[in-house]
C-alpha cells in the first residue's frame, strides 16, 4: 500500500516537529527520543531497513527466530571472569547505573526490529568500546548509520547533536566531527552486530568477539 | 562588549529559523543562503574564527595584508597550459556556468573573511577536486568545518544536507556519510588553504599545488 501524498507530507511535518522538539530538549529526555523514534519509524523506511538486514544471512536468520536477550541477571554476569562480554557488560551498566529493559515479546518484524536495536544497545557500546558521554554516542550514532541502512532515527540523532552545535556549542564541532568520522570508520570494517545473539555469548573474551567482528578499538 | 542573554537567545532563534527555512528550500537558492550565512555570522564566532586561522603564518599574513583574488579574466585562464590551476579553474567556471564574483572591497578583518572565503570557494572545490554536485558539495562542507574552526555556516550546512536526507531522502544516507568522512579527513591531512594568495599561482601546475597543500586526491 502506497502512502497518499498528503499522509506523507503529515509524516514529514511530524519529523521534523519532533527533531527541533529534541533540538530544544536537554539531552538525556527519554521522552522527546521515544517521540523521535515514533516520528522516524514510517512503514517504508523500516520494510527497507529489514530488507537490507536480511541480505546478511545473520540478520535473515534473526528475522527467522527473533533471538532475544531476555532476562539478564547483572550480578551473576559480573561473576564471570573480567576478560568475558558479560563480565564488561555487567561493569558498564552498574558503572552507568543503568538497568536492562525488560521489552515485550516480538510478535513480527517491525517490533523485533525495535526491541533487539533497545535491548543491545548497551551491548553495541561494550562492544565498540565507545562510551556513553556525548562523544562515545556520537561514535555509536554513525555506526548505526552505517550498519543499519535506512534507519531515519539513527542519522536523526547525529543531525540533532550537530544543529546543537551550530546554534549553541561552535567550539565543539571539530570533536564532534571526529566522531561520526571515527564511529562511521568502525563501522564500515566491522561485520555486521545486527541479529547476533548475545546472550550465548556472555563468557565469550570480548577481545575475541572484537577480532571475529574485526573491530578494531582506537 | 558581551552579548546580552536576550540577544543571545533572539541570534539562536533567527539562526534556526534561518536553518529551517533552506531545509525547506530547494537546493541551490542563493537568498535561503545568504540569510543563513547572514544568522550565521555573530561576532563571537567571527572573532573565535579569525582568532584561530591567525595561528598559522598565512592567515597571520592574509590579515595583515588582505590578498583579494580581484578581477578574473577566465578567456586569458583558458590560455594557460592544461596542466595549471588556472586553466583548470577556468575550465571549471565555464563547465558549470558560473562567473567569478565581483566582491567588494574589504575594510576590516570580519569583511575580508567573508570575501576571501566566497571568492576562492571555487579554487577550492579545483583544487580539492570535490565537484559541483551535491556529494561534492558535502566533501568540501566537511573540508572547511576542518579548516574553519568556529564557523556555524559550513556545519549548518552539512546539518541541513543532512537533515534533508532524514526526513525527505533516507536512501542516500551511506552516499552522504561517506562524502562527510572524505572531506574531513582530506581536510585533516592538508595544509590550510586560508589566506593563500591565488593569484599569484595561476600558471602553477596543479598537481604540484596539490603535493605541496598534501592534498591526496581520492
Known sequence: MTESLDAKQKREEALLSAFLEMVRSPDGDFGVIDRLAAASADLESLQLMIQSLSRHPQGKLAFATYPRVGVVDLEQLALLPSHTLGYTYAQHMIKNNLKPLQMKPSNNDYEFL????????????????????????????????????????WLALITKNLLKTVVYDI????????????????????????????????????????????????
Open 171 to 218: 567550539e565543539r564541532s571539530t570533536e564532534y566531527m571526529d566522531a561520526i568520522a571515527q564511529g562511521w570508520l568502525l563501522a564500515k570494517h566491522a561485520q555486521p552486530l545486527f541479529g547476533i545473539d548475545w546472550k550465548l555469548l556472555w563468557e565469550k573474551p570480548l577481545t575475541e568477539l572484537r577480532d571475529s567482528l574485526n573491530i578494531k578499538i582506537l
Open 114 to 153: 525495535g526491541a533487539h536495536i533497545t535491548e543491545t544497545h548497551d551491548i553495541w557500546h561494550v562492544i565498540t568500546g565507545f562510551e556513553t558521554n556525548i562523544i562515545g554516542e556520537i561514535q555509536l550514532e554513525a555506526f548505526y548509520v552505517s550498519q543499519m541502512r535506512f534507519s531515519r532515527f
